[in-house]
C-alpha cells in the first residue's frame, strides 16, 4: 500500500520530467554547465540547446531572485493590448525617455562568481517548477573531479527518468 502512495506521489514529477526534450543550462560555478552538456549529450538523455528561448527547462546551480529575473529575461511575458499603446504613446516622447524606460527595466544579471553549495535544479520555463533536484557536491575543483561530479548527476538524472521496477 506504501507503495502505491509513493508512485502516486512521484508520478507528476516523473510526467514533467519526461515533457522536457531540451535544456538550456545557465552559467555555473567552476564552469560544471560546461561538464553537464557534455554528459547530457553524451548519455542521450536531453537535447542541450545554446538558445533559451528553444529550451522546455533550464539547469541551474542556484534558486532564487537572480533566477527569475534571467527567466524573466529569457521568456518574458506577453504585453496586453493596453501596455503596447502606453508604449507607443512613449515613443513619441523622444529618444532620452526611451533610454531612459530602457535603462530602469533593464535585468540584472544572474552572477557565476558565488560559492556554489552543490545543489543543481532542473527548472521548467512555462511553471517555474523545479522539476527535479541533486546535491552533488565536487570534492576539489579540478577538471576530472568535477567531470567525474558532472558525470554522476547524469546517471542519477536518466535514473529518475527511466526508474527500474523493484522485484
Same mark, same amino acid.
Given at each position: 500500500?506504501?507503495?502505491?502512495?509513493?508512485?502516486?506521489?512521484?508520478?507528476?514529477?516523473?510526467?514533467?520530467?519526461?515533457?522536457?526534450?531540451?535544456?538550456? %543550462?545557465?552559467?555555473?560555478?567552476?564552469?560544471?554547465?560546461?561538464? &553537464?552538456?557534455?554528459? %547530457?549529450?553524451?548519455?542521450?538523455?536531453?537535447?542541450?540547446?545554446?538558445?533559451? $528561448?528553444?529550451?522546455?527547462?533550464? /539547469?541551474?546551480?542556484?534558486?532564487? @531572485?537572480?533566477? @527569475?529575473?534571467?527567466?524573466?529575461?529569457?521568456?518574458?511575458?506577453?504585453?496586453?493590448? @493596453?501596455?503596447?499603446?502606453? @508604449?507607443?504613446?512613449?515613443?513619441?516622447?523622444?529618444?532620452?525617455?526611451?533610454?531612459?524606460?530602457?535603462?530602469?527595466?533593464?535585468?540584472?544579471?544572474?552572477?557565476?562568481?558565488?560559492?556554489?553549495?552543490?545543489? &543543481? /535544479? %532542473?527548472?521548467?520555463?512555462?511553471?517555474?517548477?523545479? &522539476?527535479?533536484?541533486?546535491?552533488?557536491?565536487? $570534492?576539489?575543483?579540478?577538471?576530472?573531479? %568535477?567531470?567525474?561530479?558532472?558525470?554522476?548527476?547524469?546517471?542519477? &538524472?536518466?535514473?529518475?527518468?527511466?526508474? $527500474?521496477?523493484?522485484?
Amino acid at each position: 500500500m506504501k507503495w502505491i502512495a509513493l508512485l502516486l506521489c512521484s508520478f507528476p514529477a516523473l510526467a514533467g520530467l519526461t515533457d522536457v526534450k531540451s535544456v538550456y %543550462l545557465l552559467p555555473m560555478t567552476h564552469g560544471m554547465d560546461q561538464y &553537464l552538456a557534455n554528459h %547530457l549529450v553524451k548519455a542521450g538523455v536531453y537535447q542541450v540547446v545554446t538558445d533559451p $528561448k528553444r529550451a522546455d527547462a533550464v /539547469f541551474t546551480d542556484r534558486l532564487g @531572485e537572480a533566477l @527569475e529575473t534571467q527567466l524573466k529575461e529569457f521568456y518574458p511575458e506577453p504585453k496586453p493590448e @493596453e501596455a503596447k499603446k502606453a @508604449e507607443a504613446t512613449d515613443s513619441d516622447s523622444g529618444p532620452a525617455s526611451k533610454d531612459i524606460a530602457a535603462y530602469a527595466g533593464a535585468p540584472t544579471r544572474a552572477s557565476s562568481f558565488s560559492a556554489s553549495k552543490g545543489n &543543481l /535544479f %532542473l527548472v521548467d520555463v512555462k511553471s517555474r517548477a523545479v &522539476l527535479w533536484s541533486i546535491h552533488a557536491r565536487s $570534492k576539489h575543483n579540478t577538471p576530472d573531479q %568535477l567531470d567525474k561530479t558532472a558525470g554522476h548527476v547524469v546517471k542519477a &538524472l536518466n535514473e529518475a527518468l527511466h526508474p $527500474k521496477p523493484k522485484k
